[in-house]
């Protein structure tokens, strides 16, 4: 599958409203919160197919340095399609 991910900027007093029943709440995070969330001991209230997207956002705006062991594999992963 091919996922398309588009950044929406949104007025800081938006207040999404789940109305379809696929999620039961929306919510905003800091960073850090975000980076907290992918340690295996974080009660984990997101979905795991929405971890790659987050993956991809923290690669694009810089929050995970190149200098990160692994960076590089995790960037061929992301768009080589065979993410496991």
Not at 7 to 14: A, I, M, N, S, T
Not at 36 to 53: G, T
Request: glycine fraction near 4%; proline fraction near 11%.
């Amino acid at each position: 599958a091919v996922l398309f991910c588009y950044d929406l900027w949104l007025p800081e007093d938006f207040q999404p409203t789940p109305v379809d029943g696929e999620v039961e709440e929306f919510f905003l995070w800091e960073i850090d919160q975000i980076m907290e969330s992918f340690h295996p001991d974080c009660p984990d209230p997101i979905k795991p197919n929405c971890y790659v997207v987050i993956i991809h956002y923290l690669l694009r705006t810089g929050q995970v340095s190149p200098d990160v062991p692994g960076y590089l594999d995790l960037l061929r992963e992301l768009r080589s399609a065979q993410c496991r």
